[in-house]
């Protein structure tokens, strides 16, 4: 699961994010969702030789060091995070 320069739309992939990281791997009973990148730098570093250099973070480091930039998983992560606890059972549920 990654994002960046080829296409990326803050609500659009948030929203795809929802539909389909969150509430369509819960219903398809995955017990993980992989999310590359968690922070970059504005050089889209670090990764290894022949990685991706057009992907961003979660959290991209601004040029200054002490800002960042939230993205689209950032938000996908954090909701997850404060509303699947450790130990959560899962329920059936259809749809969306």
Known sequence: MSIGEWNYSFAGDLMWNMAEVCIGTINNWTKAVIVWNFMLDKNRGPNRPGGCTTCYGAIDINLDY?????????YTISHLAKVIKPGAKRIGTTGY
């Open 66 to 74: 002490k800002t960042m930039t939230k993205n689209s998983h950032y």
